[in-house]
């Protein structure tokens, strides 16, 4: 069954005006705490998931939910991905952190999965009062605007979002100076909000090493309805289950580009020039210009 997309982005509304919003810039200091070092969960967080499951399951009967706050007490819930019942993939409050700061570069983000393919998404900017919305071969759209990413630029002229760190000084270093020819790079703390700037033709590329479904499915869904390339850096597709492979590989990492040949120029820069990389990616990479 596919989703009523307003009925599921109504929900998204009503749950960030009535458990998100009225909590921003108004957080007690009970309603904070630390899932680990630097990891915030807040009120707003579980208020949020909890309205959102509710309401999801009721959208599609005998579907269930893979929260990110419900999986942090219960991580077999990760097993649902494997499961024949429809899932939905639910981040409620994306850059906690900024939330927690008083930063309006948070948001909600939603994805609805069968047979453990992403067939649906939702992201949306609390603040702004603005949902991106993506069913697989329909576009990625906001509200009545046919969303579409950025044109393809020269290197000096891509700007984006660069999330990925390595403890090899060598590659630092690489990174670094692969960095100093590109256009600007800022991370703004929240992959929903990259998401919404890739597909708002607002920057050209990102580039992340975590791959926690409630951070991407639902993006990379989006990113490729409006008309960009996106792949691991093997140049395989994203798929929610790879999350789970916690052992670093050179597939690990998700990269967002305009086209093919961006993604390609950035994976050269950024990797396949880089001290030890040692994974394939595209098929046909050999003949690339």
Known sequence: MIPDSDKVAALIRETAETDILPRFRALADE????????????????AAEARLS????????????VGEEAVETEPERMA???????????????????????????AVMVAYLVG?????????????DVTAAAMRGDGAWMADRRLAVAAP?????????????????????????????????RNHRCAGQEYLRLVEERIH????????????VAGALIHGEAGGVNARLDGSPYRPDWARD????????LMMAPDRATWRRLHRLFFSTAPGWTGAIFEDEAAAD
């Open 54 to 65: 509710r309401g999801l399951v009721g959208i599609v009967p005998g579907s269930v939910v």
């Open 80 to 106: 649902r991905l494997d499961g024949a019942p429809p899932v939905w993939i639910v981040d409620p409050v994306d850059g906690t952190g900024n939330f927690v700061d008083g930063s309006p570069e948070f």
């Open 153 to 185: 630029a020269d290197l000096e002229e891509l700007s984006g979002a660069l999330y990925y760190r390595s403890r090899v000084p060598e590659f630092r270093d690489h990174l670094r100076a692969a960095r100093a020819r590109l256009g600007a790079i």
């Open 246 to 253: 916690a052992t670093w590989t050179p597939r690990r990492g």
């Open 31 to 46: 309603e904070v705490r630390e899932k680990g070092p630097g990891n915030l969960v807040t009120a707003a967080d579980l």
């Open 205 to 216: 590329f990102a580039v992340f090493s975590r791959l926690n479904p409630w951070d991407h």
């Open 116 to 128: 453990g393919d992403c067939v649906a998404g939702w992201i949306h900017d609390p603040v702004r």
